[in-house]
């Protein structure tokens, strides 16, 4: 029901430190989404939870049995004052309210077609969708001993020296801001507390003060040198996952890494020149994988498809590209063809003698079979499709010509180049002739 949880590894570390601990409450410090306290209510353990943000602190005070008034700012009543009168119903009704907003308001600073009809299809459906939250609220098992809407750092003063404390902080600082912020800039809320970033500069002063309890557990997204000894897990759940290190005082040593199915695939591969007649086959993620991992770097970091295609030409295969969801992204891409789909994968098989398969490849991924297929798997239209190269210089050899950059970014030594397209406008056979037709006129006379 809340957003997020933590992986049911992290989720058995925890149930193991608590029963170690022999400890019956708990100080949980950054609660977020309470998922330390909902595991931690599973096995007898009752917390005492603390927070800063509009969303964690409205159902922390829902949690401990208090109330957290809250109402629509005069600058946008006009859009959103059809809300109030469900913020007046009671903290239950709140926290619903601020639930289902995480969603209906993303992209609430944007001009954007899609999140515009998704604002739309919110407020047709509002009432069911309410009504189907508070009674999930309602059933809601975990109580609060306590919660404090603040800085973690004074609540940390107030924890017992004997007592346990869990703190997985926000592992990027401002992490909270950019998430609430359409919440935060929409709705007035007269308990905002006033807090200190969790920076670098303070971290320091944060873990002291959490290990200075008796029993103490902290979860980052790096390792640190100086809480060497204390290091008590190395989890990873899937291939492009957050990686996840635990430091506590008291608990058994764990490693987790992510499980990849993996088939071997009895395609014929290309061994020599291209031919005349294409198709596209649908691939497993078995094979999907292991093409990945014969014909890709293996410093791209793998990540789950929606679904693997590969082309074959004559009946051997020639290439393959996979698709996923452009769900989460389509902010970062508003110059895009609208609706589109994310090309996460796109690679050449064989042994390298065959030039420019990349470029068939690409040519097989925007034709209108490739169109066609991607449709029936999202469900909906497609007319775009969108991808992103990472490069050394400022554009990408192998997506210039066939897309258009959309965005550039800068990161570090290299760049992170967007590239989008329009799909569907040859058939996959067009596509391989013209293709052999540029072939043929590279060739020197």
């Given at each position: ?21 022999g ?32 969303y ?6 829902l ?25 007046e ?19 609430l ?7 515009d009809?998704?604002?739309q ?24 001993l ?28 401002n ?32 873990f ?71 198709s ?14 014969l ?31 452009p ?40 034709s ?45 030594p ?6 989008g397209?329009?799909?569907?406008e040859?058939t ?11 072939q ?6």
């Open positions: 029901m809340f957003q997020g949880s933590i992986p049911a590894s992290l989720r058995a570390v925890v149930h193991e430190a608590a029963r170690g601990w400890a019956s409450t708990v100080h949980v410090g950054c609660s977020g989404n309470f998922t330390v306290e909902r595991t931690l209510w599973d096995i007898g353990v009752k917390c005492h939870g603390n927070d800063v943000s509009i964690t602190c409205a159902l922390g005070a949690l401990s049995g208090a109330d957290e008034p809250l109402s629509v700012e005069a600058e946008y009543e006009a859009d959103w004052g059809w809300l109030t009168p469900y913020l119903m009671g903290q239950r009704e709140r926290c619903a309210v601020l639930m289902l907003s995480t969603t209906m308001m993303a992209g600073l944007q001009s954007n077609l899609y999140y009809r998704q604002r299809a919110y407020r047709d459906q509002w009432e069911r969708m309410f009504e189907a939250t508070v009674e999930k609220l309602e059933s809601m098992p975990v109580e609060l306590s919660f404090y809407a603040g800085d973690v750092m004074p609540w940390l003063e107030t924890v017992p020296k004997d007592g346990a404390v869990i703190s997985f902080p926000p592992f990027w600082a992490g909270y801001e950019s998430l609430f912020k359409p919440l935060d800039t929409v709705f007035d809320w007269p308990g905002r507390p006033v807090y200190d970033i969790l920076d670098e500069e303070r971290i320091a002063e944060f002291d003060a959490v290990m200075s309890r008796k029993h103490w557990m902290v979860a980052l997204n790096h390792e640190r040198e100086d809480l060497a000894e204390y290091l008590k897990g190395r989890m990873k759940t899937s291939n492009r996952g957050v990686p996840i290190f635990v430091y506590t005082n008291q608990a058994s040593s764990r490693l987790i890494t992510p499980e990849q199915t993996v088939t071997h695939c009895k395609l014929p591969i290309i061994s020599g020149e291209v031919g005349k007649k294409a596209i086959v649908l691939l497993s993620a078995g094979d999907f994988n292991e093409l990945r991992s014909y890709l770097d293996p410093a791209i970091p793998p990540a789950a498809v929606l679904q693997a295609y590969g082309l074959m030409v004559d009946g051997v295969l020639v290439g393959v590209w996979a698709i996923s969801r769900d989460g992204l389509l902010g970062n891409f508003a110059p895009a063809i609208h609706p589109h789909v994310y090309l996460i994968s796109d690679f050449p098989v064989g042994d390298g003698t065959t030039k420019k398969l990349s470029a068939l490849v690409l040519r097989a991924a925007l209108k079979e490739s169109q066609l297929l991607a449709e029936r798997s999202l469900h909906r239209r497609v007319r775009g499709i969108v991808t992103t190269a990472f490069s050394k210089k400022p554009v990408s050899m192998k997506y210039r010509g066939l897309f258009k950059l959309l965005s550039r970014k800068e990161d570090g290299k760049f992170i180049l967007n590239y397209a329009t799909i569907g040859w996959l056979q067009e596509g391989l002739d013209a293709w052999l037709k540029s043929k006129s590279s060739q020197p006379a």
